[in-house]
């Protein structure tokens, strides 16, 4: 039997779950439980170093661990698959997220005082704009520093936007209610769309092969999602 040119066998299947490689997202796997198995660590880091030491020694371990280190292991011809989900690469954002956590209420109050619609923009552009530059012109070399604020600034601008609004509504409170559903299923409707539009109806533009995929993808990942969620409560 073969599904999405993977053999079913279950000792390929254990294997690749646990190092993350089994589908693109499950890198969160192995990701998340080195979190976990440091747990201990954490906590004693927020309750003893202060936030404005520990988070930008966070940003420059992540920072070098994903753009300095790779090029150091290459020059010296060592090849290691695994840096995307290595926890030094995705250090900055547990790190504030736990001092967010530990100072919920005061992040919530701060969040409120504040305006991100101009960053969240111009972030949004300079992230697009270099991210295709980046993959279809030339290599963009400082590209992870802009997603890396990119992805700052939309989590922040997101936390605002939710907290300055008292009543998010029946739809983003369905699609909050079952983000992680979500996450983890998308990638099946990821793997059909491409196959029907690509590989069946051999559609050759890009553009048209992402709009498609994004107008069918989305409506029936998230209507999955509700329809598990729905499922699980009964």
């Given at each position: 039997?073969?599904?999405?040119a993977y053999?079913?066998d ?13 589908a ?6 192995p990701l ?6 440091l ?6 880091m ?16 992540s ?11 290459y020059q ?5 698959a695994?840096n995307?989900r ?15 956590g ?7 109050t ?12 111009v972030?949004s552009l ?22 890396c ?5 939309t989590i922040?601008?997101?936390?605002t ?5 008292s009543a ?33 109806l ?12 994004a ?18 409560a009964?």
């Amino acid at each position: 039997m073969v599904f999405f040119a993977y053999p079913f066998d279950v000792s390929f299947i254990l294997k690749h779950f646990i190092v993350g490689s089994l589908a693109p997202h499950t890198y969160f796997v192995p990701l998340i439980m080195q979190f976990f198995i440091l747990y201990p660590l954490w906590k004693l880091m927020v309750k003893k170093v202060k936030p404005y030491i520990a988070i930008p020694v966070a940003v420059i371990i992540s920072l070098f661990a994903e753009n300095i280190l790779p090029v150091i292991l290459y020059q010296k011809g060592i090849s290691f698959a695994y840096n995307d989900r290595m926890l030094t690469t995705y250090l900055s954002y547990w790190v504030v997220g736990c001092y967010i956590g530990a100072n919920y209420e005061g992040f919530k109050t701060f969040l409120s005082k504040i305006r991100l619609y101009i960053p969240f923009a111009v972030l949004s552009l300079l992230n697009i704009y270099f991210s295709y530059i980046n993959y279809n012109i030339r290599y963009i070399s400082y590209l992870n520093v802009i997603h890396c604020l990119y992805c700052f600034i939309t989590i922040f601008f997101l936390f605002t936007v939710f907290v300055k609004t008292s009543a998010p509504g029946k739809l983003l409170k369905t699609i909050d209610n079952t983000s992680y559903t979500i996450y983890l299923c998308h990638m099946l409707f990821v793997f059909v769309a491409e196959g029907v539009f690509s590989k069946i109806l051999c559609i050759q533009s890009n553009l048209l092969l992402f709009t498609l995929m994004a107008i069918s993808v989305y409506p029936l990942t998230i209507f999955t999602s509700y329809i598990i969620k729905r499922l699980q409560a009964r």
